[in-house]
């Protein structure tokens, strides 16, 4: 059974950091490429970005371009986001996802699965 665990949200004001991290199981966490996505309430879950299998392809969403950082450790089964120079506008739950292959497909979530159940991130002003 895969399962997929978020961490490292919180509170923290504008300008600051947060680093998130993805730990999944269940499966062969190399194979697969990784996605990170955020919904905010009343709002649809959006794409923040996306790192292949070797973690040397990356890919982010225009909002959060030179901010954010994805990564990955293939040998701890883990993936990272480092959130920096918050806005309050990044308030949001934060989720991770396995993709269906070794390559990053678009921010359709339905190109995604194997969704965790997500992590908090609160950027007050």
């Known amino acids: 059974q895969v399962q997929v665990v978020e961490s490292g949200g919180g509170l923290v004001q504008a300008g600051g950091s947060l680093r998130l991290s993805c730990t999944a199981s269940?499966?062969?966490?190399?194979?697969?490429?990784m996605g990170w996505f955020r919904q905010a309430p009343g709002k649809e879950r959006e794409g923040v970005s996306c790192?292949?299998?070797?973690?040397?392809?990356?890919v982010y969403a225009d909002s959060v371009k030179g901010r954010f950082t994805i990564s990955r450790d293939n040998a701890k089964d883990t993936l990272y986001l480092q959130l920096n120079s918050l806005k309050p506008e990044d308030t949001a739950m934060y989720y991770c996802?396995?993709?269906?292959?070794?390559?990053?497909?678009?921010?359709?979530?339905?190109?995604?699965?194997?969704w965790g159940q997500g992590t908090q991130v609160t950027v007050s002003s």
């Open positions: 269940g499966l062969t966490f190399p194979d697969y490429a």
């Open positions: 790192i292949n299998w070797k973690g040397d392809y990356t």
């Open positions: 996802a396995t993709s269906f292959g070794a390559l990053c497909p678009d921010f359709s979530p339905p190109h995604y699965r194997n």
